[in-house]
């Protein structure tokens, strides 16, 4: 072989930036039964907007337009609530309700958004693998479907999308809990690299709170990267008879390296009945229309709890 052969650089892989978002929208909601017997959780409101409808407004904020979501068996109203409805419009044009009938359609003009069902909920690892024919080798963001992040300017997603953009590996978000709600999530154990970065060294799924390692909770938003699927494949059923994406991950952590990103922002779980009545106050109170009197009320109601439990 000739020397020059030898020498002559091999083309660099190209980089590709994240442009397609994953929201898996499966799961059976068993923590918010009746409500979700026939209702996907996904679309229980906030106030007057399903918590699925905020994750895709964080997707398009973060300049993502192509989605695919997780869906399954009685979760058809998703794909209609993102639809065009005819009749719906039609009676809103003529009943002269201009603005709701903008607001409709932008629901419907919101992003690029494709469907597909995962045919038996066997955890999340589980839905997320049915995306790795539509994210065909490209760098993808996960935002679960019950899971609402706010943050004070940049959304969670984007957030994320800036670290990869320089780091080029997978990136989960994490949150502090305490230590006593630790249960509830997929815990890391991270070697801290500054204040909001760790290399992810282990995770554990919703460990007790003596087992878990420390208080950072993943916190439903992930850049993953296509070696991810071959992870899952390897995966086995974990907790709860699942193939939990965090044994995906911990797996991967061993052989790759795996970042975890302590946002800026906050979580609200859905899913679970005491947050989500805490988030639908604390969206309540900020809201234009309504924020004011409503505050007034928990003042109210506050004042007369402060009294009774004095009495
Ligand atoms: P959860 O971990 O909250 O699971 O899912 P779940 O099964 O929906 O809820 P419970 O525990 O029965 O109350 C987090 C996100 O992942 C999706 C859910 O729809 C939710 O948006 N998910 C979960 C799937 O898409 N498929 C699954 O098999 C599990």
Redesign the pocket.
């Known amino acids: 072989m000739n020397d020059a052969a030898v020498l002559r650089p091999g083309k660099l892989p190209e980089f590709l930036p994240v442009a397609k978002a994953v ?11 009746p409500a ?1 017997k026939v209702q ?3 679309m229980l409101p906030i106030i007057d907007t399903p918590t ?1 409808q905020f994750v895709v407004q964080e997707v398009v904020d973060a300049g993502i337009t192509d989605i695919l979501i ?3 068996k009685g ?1 058809r109203s998703i794909e209609d609530h993102f639809d065009r409805s005819w009749e719906l419009e039609e009676a809103l044009a003529k009943n002269g309700h201009a603005d709701l009938l903008q607001q409709m359609r932008d629901i419907s003009n919101m992003a690029n958004i494709h469907y597909i069902r ?1 045919k ?5 690892g ?3 693998y049915y995306s790795k024919q539509h994210v065909a080798g490209e760098p993808f963001a996960v935002l ?4 609402i992040v706010d943050t004070p300017g940049v959304t969670a997603t984007r957030q994320l999308m800036d670290f990869y953009q320089v780091w080029r590996c997978p990136v989960i978000a994490v949150e502090e809990v305490p230590r006593d709600k630790v249960s509830r999530y997929g815990v890391i154990q991270g070697k801290q690299i500054d204040d909001r970065t760790y290399i992810v060294e282990d995770l554990i799924e919703k460990p007790t709170p003596e087992e878990a390692p420390s208080t950072l909770a993943i916190g ?1 938003r992930y850049v993953l990267t296509p070696s991810i699927f071959e992870f899952i494949e390897r995966t086995p059923k974990g907790k ?1 008879g ?2 939990q994406i965090t044994d995906a991950l911990r797996m991967l952590c061993k052989q790759e390296r795996l970042y975890a990103y302590r946002f800026d922002g906050k979580r609200h ?1 859905i ?2 009945r005491l947050d989500y009545m805490k988030s639908s106050v604390e969206f309540a109170i900020r809201r234009k229309d309504i924020g004011e009197e409503f505050r007034e009320f928990i003042l109210e109601l506050a004042e007369t709890l402060r009294k009774e439990a004095s009495s």
């Open positions: 929201i898996p929208a499966a799961g059976l909601g068993t923590r918010f039964l979700t996907p959780k996904e699925i997780i869906t399954g979760k995962q038996e909920f066997v955890g999340l589980d839905a997320i679960l479907g019950d899971t439903g709860g699942e193939i779980d899913g679970n």
